[in-house]
């Protein structure tokens, strides 16, 4: 038998397959196929998830594993920030160790324990790098500029401003009113730039965000390859770097900042050191289900609920417990 875990950082929820335990590793075209499975509400398991993620032996000797990042809709995501943290918690919890690092698609990225955010909470903190501000980065096109820094662009909403960069994903944000963040633009803007279209040709992540006062936010994103999500760890971390560099005034490198999503709550730190940025993203890691499921349901894409004994883990009750402990800064909730 084989093992899955359901797991979320922010309720961003994920399916981890530890790839090394089997008999046999999947292939690309059966990754993207048990991802299109597992993650659809409608085939696959324990309501679905955002993601499924993949973690491998590393080729770099350097690195404790790899994680790859398969999106609901199948395709592969360069990292993704709430995904890292439960890797890292799987990855300390098997290599006991503490604090190491993980090979992404873009990047090796350190992570670390980090104290629990609430009592049955465990927290980590992870490494959003590399950040990349050229439109070559995202890509971009056909917006008349080279760089999108709080930069009104008609193309997208009238009279709005927008920043975007990448973390590595590409990211594109707007400070907006609550009431704005709880309207349909998002969704609106967020369908049109992942779909075809003449500014994003591989899609984008767009992210709302409503200033709560110095260093909060709360942040709200339309997920490429996924949609709506519950929190976005690249999303939060780009949109916290792009607050500090478009309003001064309200938020700081080498502090903490805390950010507020559907599914909880983050907090970010941000870093300038030799004209490169990077930014720790720190949070929960949540393991929620262990999965037993036969090896040859993986290869073949059918993992249903007659195949696979579930047990619970009790840790979500704590997570409802610390979003129950945290104020109401939004009207949006949770997925």
């Not at 670390?112 to 009592?119: E, K, L, M, N, S």
């Not at 960069?165 to 009431?179: G, K, M, Q, R, Y």
């Not at 942040?219 to 500090?244: D, H, K, W």
């Not at 929620?288 to 840790?315: F, K, M, N, R, S």
Request: hydrophobic letters at 40%; glycine letters at 8%.
């Amino acid at each position: 038998m084989a093992q899955l875990l359901k797991v979320h950082g922010s309720q961003n929820q994920f399916f981890l397959l530890d790839q090394t335990t089997l008999a046999r590793p999947l292939s690309d075209p059966e990754l993207r196929a048990l991802g299109l499975q597992l993650c659809d509400p409608a085939t696959g398991i324990l309501g679905g998830a955002d993601g499924l993620l993949v973690v491998n032996d590393s080729n770099n000797p350097a690195a404790s594993g790899q994680m790859r990042v398969i999106n609901a809709d199948g395709s592969e995501a360069s990292m993704c920030g709430n995904g890292l943290r439960t890797v890292a918690r799987y990855l300390a919890e098997k290599t006991n160790q503490t604090r190491f690092q993980v090979e992404t698609m873009k990047a090796d990225l350190t992570v670390a324990y980090h104290d629990d955010f609430f009592p049955g909470v465990p927290g980590y903190a992870v490494e959003i790098s590399p950040v990349r501000f050229n439109k070559e980065a995202l890509p971009f096109d056909q917006v008349g500029h080279e760089r999108l820094l709080d930069t009104l662009v008609p193309e997208f909403v009238p009279g709005w401003r927008f920043s975007a960069l990448a973390v590595p994903n590409p990211h594109l944000i707007a400070f907006v009113s609550d009431e704005e963040l709880a309207g349909p633009v998002l969704g609106e803007l967020g369908q049109r730039l992942n779909g075809e279209n003449p500014y994003f040709a591989d899609g984008v992540n767009v992210n709302f965000a409503h200033i709560l006062g110095p260093n909060e936010l709360f942040v709200r994103t339309y997920e490429r390859g996924v949609g709506f999500t519950n929190a976005c760890g690249t999303g939060m971390s780009a949109t916290t770097l792009a607050f500090a560099l478009t309003h001064p005034d309200q938020a700081g490198f080498e502090t903490p900042i805390t950010v507020y999503n559907p599914g909880g709550m983050v907090k970010t730190i941000l870093h300038h050191h030799d004209a490169r940025y990077t930014i720790d993203l720190i949070g929960n890691a949540t393991f929620t289900h262990q999965i037993e499921v036969h090896e040859a349901a993986l290869h073949d894409a059918q993992v249903t609920d007659a195949d696979v004994t579930v047990t619970e883990t009790g840790e979500q009750a704590a997570y409802l417990d610390f979003v129950a402990s945290l104020p109401q800064v939004s009207a949006v909730k949770s997925k």
